[in-house]
């Protein structure tokens, strides 16, 4: 069965630091991934997916991820954060030939301290 | 107005009376799905539907019903609820497989069983 993990619960970043939010999945073929995010009080945004082709993908606020096949890692990454970037991020793993039963990992809350 | 819209979004009830969650979607999509969120273990899958004819058990149904009145509506029910069932649960809809797998998501329904 396909799984999800992300390894940090919580992750506190300085304004205008990089952030990398790490997720592993397991799943026997190439899974579509994705990353949303949901600020507080608020539903589930995408912020990227990936399907096929390149691996670094580019998505909204300035967000891009990359995945590696190698290491079943879909790592999302962003070079300045700022402050209201504080939300808590999910990524996701969904299979092909089945359509979107996506399955999510735990969370990441991310903290921007000024 | 919203592509996927909850009701109630919040809502306090007693143990062992019924209640159901509502969702209607714009969007068209023939995929709709019923997710609850808890911390720290991310949304689980409680039930989800491809077309009105054809509804599906996920990973949590168990004390959960679900009703799919058109294709824009799927309902959510909780026969007898207990307060474990006190969570956020999402209503969410997708256009199919391939490119189209992206789910769209409600603004959520934060339940307490008290």
């Known amino acids: 069965a396909q799984s999800v993990t992300q390894p940090d619960i919580h992750i506190t970043v300085s304004e205008g630091a990089s952030l990398e939010l790490r997720c592993n999945y397991s799943?026997?073929?190439?899974?579509?991934l994705f990353w949303y995010v949901q600020s507080p009080g608020q539903g589930l945004q995408l912020l990227l997916k990936?399907?096929?082709?390149?691996?670094l993908v580019q998505g909204i606020k300035g967000f891009e991820a990359e995945f590696k096949r190698s290491q079943s890692s879909f790592n999302l990454r962003k070079p300045s954060v700022h402050w209201s970037d504080a939300a808590e991020y999910f990524c996701?793993?969904?299979?092909?030939?089945?359509?979107?039963?996506?399955?999510f990992g735990a969370g990441t809350i991310l903290r921007v301290k000024s | 107005d919203a592509d996927v819209t909850q009701t109630p979004r919040n809502r306090i009830t007693k143990t062992g009376k019924r209640i159901m969650l509502e969702c209607s979607q714009t969007?068209?999509?023939?995929?709709m799905y019923w997710y609850r969120q808890d911390p720290g273990l991310g949304l689980r899958l409680i039930y989800y539907?491809?077309?009105?004819?054809?509804?599906n058990k996920g990973e949590i149904s168990d004390g959960y019903s679900v009703s799919r009145q058109a294709q824009a509506k799927f309902s959510l029910s909780l026969e007898s609820a207990i307060p474990n069932q006190t969570a956020l649960y999402f209503c969410?809809?997708?256009?199919?497989?391939?490119?189209?797998?992206?789910?769209?998501f409600g603004q959520g329904t934060r339940l307490t069983v008290v």
């Open positions: 996701a793993v969904g299979p092909m030939e089945y359509g979107n039963k996506l399955v």
């Open positions: 799943y026997g073929a190439t899974p579509y």
């Open positions: 969007k068209g999509h023939d995929r």
């Open positions: 990936y399907f096929s082709g390149d691996t």
């Open positions: 539907s491809f077309d009105v004819k054809d509804i």
């Open positions: 969410a809809t997708s256009g199919g497989t391939g490119v189209n797998t992206e789910a769209f």
